[in-house]
């Protein structure tokens, strides 16, 4: 029980972890699109490594969970 109750919570903290990095390269590509005017290929890199985790821990979630 004790052991099923951490790996919630890490692959919860997971989620968490990589919502925040996927918004927060989704800020600095508008950014730097709609302010500075240049399109910078780097926060795309981070974009879709994000999405990646993200739907990796929330299979790896839903799967614990059940």
Known sequence: M???????????FAICFTSFWLL????????????????????LY???????LFFQSKNEYSKAKS
């Open 46 to 52: 981070l974009i879709l490594g994000m999405l990646l």
């Open 24 to 43: 927060y390269g989704c800020f600095v590509f508008i950014k730097k699109l709609v302010i500075e005017n240049n399109l910078d290929i780097q926060p």
């Open 2 to 12: 004790k052991k099923r109750l951490l790996y919630l919570r890490f692959w919860l």
